[in-house]
């Protein structure tokens, strides 16, 4: 709130209001040889206005937060990757920006299957059988979520594992080990059941 104080003041003299940030291109190349100092010298400058970007796009303070984290953080990945175009804070922005829709995109991917949800749905309805009901729940109740989720999207859904990896935002490697690794638990708790 301060921040909007700062910006919509009468009593702030004009060249104050629209003060231009000058950032030293050469703080990334700093930043790119593990300079903490470089990364503080940025994050002074623009912490302010990248927060304004971010809440622009989030609409959210938390989010906000964590995005300019995030951005943060991306830059000290990156930082090595940066060409002088005397552009710094279009780079910034681009980075959040992309992180931003990319978490956007993966949340709306996700699907979330929890056993009480599946008990209840109707696209499981085929599973006439009280025993097949009570392995689904027995079954469910033993994978991790995550497990669970791949299970359910690859078996009850008929997602590919490829298509699963992706709206999972994992590797493919990934979510074939995880994928055999559940079958493998089901299969002794099945072998249990029998015993």
Do not use: C
Not at 127 to 154: F, N, P, Q, S, Y
């Amino acid at each position: 709130m301060l921040m909007f104080n700062f910006i919509l003041s009468e009593d702030v003299p004009e060249q104050e209001k629209a003060q231009k940030i000058d950032i030293d291109e050469n703080l990334f190349s700093r930043i790119g040889q593990n300079d903490m100092t470089a990364l503080d010298e940025l994050y002074h400058l623009t912490e302010r206005t990248l927060y304004a970007f971010s809440l622009s796009l989030t609409r959210d303070h938390e989010e906000s937060i964590e995005l300019i984290q995030e951005t943060y953080l991306k830059v000290m990945s990156a930082a090595h990757l940066y060409k002088p175009m005397g552009k710094p804070l279009a780079w910034l922005f681009t980075i959040a920006k992309n992180l931003y829709y990319s978490k956007y995109r993966k949340e709306r991917k996700v699907i979330h299957l929890e056993p009480e949800i599946i008990a209840n749905d109707q696209r499981f309805a085929y599973m006439t059988d009280a025993d097949d009901k009570i392995v689904l729940e027995g079954v469910l109740k033993r994978l991790t979520e995550e497990e669970r989720e791949i299970v359910m999207l690859h078996a009850a859904v008929g997602m590919k594992h490829q298509e699963i990896a992706d709206s999972l935002g994992l590797k493919l490697s990934t979510t074939l080990s995880k994928y055999r690794r559940a079958l493998q638990k089901l299969r002794k708790y099945m072998e249990e059941k029998e015993v």
